[in-house]
């Protein structure tokens, strides 16, 4: 089965780095190949860019986040419309730095994700929680009720999920694999008993190079969001293939003559 690899660029970057980018990374696929599926995530102004430059590739296009209103007098935002317009498949939307930073509640991310499926994009929706949650056992009661807003979205498998503790991401701490592996477990039952949905779960936080394998190797997990390490294309790249799925043979369309 595919597993996701997601570059989260966040806000960095320029032009330049992100055609850097583009041409490491687009070589090193040309010449190893995988099945698993990749997905970069510019920042806006440079999303035209990077779909161009990874154009003749399998690598896929995502948007950092969208709108929750389709158009109109919302000076500043990017509607699901025009990211799908400018080439972008999927969409990430509730990142922790963006409800942090912009007090998105679940009501808002549930109109986002809303408008990301009506512009036939598949949401990365992303859940975690905080060191004090964690520390005081509260993980899974803070995990349900982030979930909520899939109540909206029942059985819809175009649904992605990422689990990423807030106090492991850009801070070095990696969740340890056997809590990241329970935890996941518990999204996946609930995901299935609840909401009717078996979609891939996606780990986030301080993924790199070395310890990408273990973390894909986890029974539960479909892929990783990758935040700083993403930058690197080299670095990506381990990552991306940190577990090897071969490229699946192409069907010949040579049929012998009888
Ligand atoms: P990080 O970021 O890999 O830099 O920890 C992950 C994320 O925020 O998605």
Redesign the pocket.
């Known amino acids: 089965m595919t597993k996701y690899m997601?570059a989260?660029w966040?806000m960095n970057g320029s032009l330049e780095t992100a055609h850097d980018f583009c041409q490491t990374f687009t070589r090193l696929f040309h010449a190893h190949q995988t099945d698993n599926t990749i997905v970069i995530f510019p920042p806006h102004p440079y999303l035209s860019f990077t779909n161009g430059a990874l154009s003749g590739t399998d690598i896929s296009l995502g948007a950092q986040d969208c709108s929750g209103a389709s158009e109109g007098a919302f000076t500043g935002e990017t509607s699901a419309t025009m990211l799908a317009d400018v080439g972008c498949s999927y969409v990430?939307i509730g990142?922790?730095?963006r409800r942090q930073q912009h007090q998105e509640s679940n009501t808002f991310l549930s109109d986002k994700i809303k408008c990301a499926l009506e512009a036939n994009l598949r949401p990365i929706f992303?859940i975690g929680e905080s060191e004090q949650d964690f520390e005081t056992g509260k993980t899974q009661e803070v995990l349900k009720t982030q979930l909520q807003v899939l109540n909206d979205f029942k059985g819809n498998d175009k649904l992605i999920l990422?689990y990423?503790p807030v106090w492991?991401?850009?801070?070095?701490k990696v969740a340890r694999l056997d809590d990241i592996e329970n935890t996941c477990a518990f999204l996946k039952k609930e995901l299935f008993d609840v909401y009717q949905l078996s979609s891939p779960i996606l780990y986030?936080?301080?993924?790199?190079a070395d310890n990408a394998k273990d973390i894909l190797s986890l029974q539960s997990i479909g892929g990783v969001?990758?935040?700083?390490?993403?930058l690197k294309p080299d670095e990506f790249w381990k990552i991306s293939t940190a577990i090897v799925i071969p490229k699946k043979p192409q069907t010949s369309s040579f049929s012998p003559k009888l």
């Not at 492991?168 to 070095?172: H, L, N, Q, V």
């Not at 969001?225 to 993403?230: N, T």
């Open positions: 997601v989260n966040k990430i990142h922790s730095e992303c990422a990423e492991a991401i850009g801070t070095g986030g936080g301080s993924v790199k969001l990758v935040g700083g390490a993403s």
